[in-house]
């Protein structure tokens, strides 16, 4: 069965798959295709984040009876982690690898950490709080997504 957890995981290995490409291009000199795989990877971050924010936070929220704790700081990472992810992809519109490297260093102060709290706290609380039936309800709502 697949779960929250499992299928935000991937998620997240989708999204580093595009960014290490986006990554490599810019230091193999590939403006055009980064910008590219910058684009790419700046869509699927903001859907991911508005899929968390619009359906998984409020679970884990609405089953824990926790608003406001650790869901507020995960909101304010994210907008952490959009200003970044703008930033890179504006610093390649405008061919500037040095400020590109800039908002990766930005995303990538707060990224791993953001993620490591969803993988290893919220996901598998947010499944462990669902019966069998709803995890893979919300999972498969997830895919769809």
């Known amino acids: 069965m697949d ?3 499992s299928f935000a995981r991937r998620e997240h290995r989708r999204l580093d798959a595009i960014l ?3 990554s490599a291009e810019v ?3 590939q403006v055009e295709a980064a910008q590219a795989s910058c684009v790419a990877f700046h ?9 968390e924010e619009q359906l998984l936070f409020p679970l884990f929220e609405a089953r824990s009876g926790m608003v406001g704790g650790a869901t507020a700081t995960l909101r304010q990472e994210h907008r952490e982690i959009e200003a970044a992810a ?8 405008r061919d500037d690898p040095v ?3 800039e908002g990766l260093r930005l995303l990538e102060a707060v ?3 953001h993620e490591s709290k969803e993988e290893h706290v919220l996901y598998p609380t947010t499944d462990h709080m669902l019966s069998d039936r709803e995890c893979a309800a919300v999972a498969e709502r997830l895919h769809r997504l």
């Open 3 to 5: 779960t929250i957890t």
């Open 20 to 22: 290490r490409r986006a």
């Open 27 to 29: 230091e193999a000199g």
């Open 43 to 51: 869509r699927g971050l903001c859907l991911h984040i508005a899929t």
């Open 86 to 93: 703008r930033l890179m992809c504006e610093a390649l519109r």
């Open 99 to 101: 400020r590109f490297r």
């Open 111 to 113: 990224r791993p950490e």
